[in-house]
């Protein structure tokens, strides 16, 4: 039972465009929600979260957006650069769960930036 | 270089076999937890140690234990080796007063079973 589904393996956006990056999730107990970026041999890196009380949050050129009604949120990109390029992750944890603070994944998007 | 350390960095071994896993938390960090990423898949959670203690279990087969010790170190022992085993293993720590949970993970293992 996948409880975090990103849909689009792969998502190709030329440089200084913006880069939307989708994310859905079935388990209404989560309430953190976060961005993780992956290159090639390394592990993920943590990029960005938002909390269930929010429905934005912002960093730089990365803006998170939470619709809870629709158990979905997207991260958004802007503009693209080309060392944007790599995997990226969402994942969600349920934090009234204590004790058990693991973060259930999703299958990855590949975000190429075309330039 | 997110402070957390894994060895060794790459592990080729055949199918029967058993294998240890080695993690150097971030200095400071007492939760660690490992994940599995198969081919194409996202992280699988395995299982969490608090401070020496197992705190939360996931996905993890029977085969596979880990262990946590006094120096926060945690070490992941997989037995009994199958093809489907091959994977990335990553390991993770997140510090022990945190208002939400985000985890640093270090660059991972990976595990080929021939």
């Not at chain 1, 949120?73 to 004790?99: K, M, R, T, W």
């Not at chain 2, 592990?11 to 938390?25: D, E, M, N, W, Y």
């Not at chain 2, 705190?55 to 009994?80: C, M, T, V, Y």
Request: a negative charge; one cysteine or more.
């Amino acid at each position: 039972d996948q409880q975090v589904k990103q849909n689009s393996p792969s998502l190709s956006v030329q440089e200084g465009r913006i880069s939307i990056l989708n994310c859905d999730y079935t388990n209404s107990m989560f309430d953190y929600f976060l961005w993780y970026k992956k290159y090639p041999a390394e592990g993920p890196t943590f990029l960005i979260s938002i909390s269930s009380i929010k429905d934005k949050n912002e960093d730089g050129r990365f803006t998170v957006f939470l619709n809870k009604s629709a158990k979905h949120l997207s991260l958004h990109i802007v503009p693209s650069q080309p060392g944007d390029s790599a995997v990226y992750f969402c994942a969600a944890s349920d934090e009234s769960n204590f004790g058990n603070e693991k973060l259930t994944f999703g299958t990855g998007t590949r975000l190429t930036i075309i330039p | 270089d997110s402070g957390v350390t894994q060895t060794p960095k790459h592990l080729i071994t055949a199918t029967g076999q058993r294998v240890t896993l080695r993690c150097s938390p971030r200095s400071g960090d007492l939760s660690v937890y490992w994940y599995q990423q198969s081919l194409d898949q996202g992280l699988q959670f395995l299982i969490q140690y608090y401070n020496g203690e197992e705190r939360a279990k996931g996905n993890i087969l029977e085969r596979f234990s880990a262990q946590q010790f006094p120096d926060l170190h945690s070490e992941l022992n997989l037995s009994s080796l199958e093809l489907g085993d091959s994977a990335l293993y990553f390991c993770a720590s997140s510090p022990p007063r945190r208002e939400l949970n985000e985890q640093f993970f270090g660059p991972g293992t990976r595990l080929t079973v021939l």
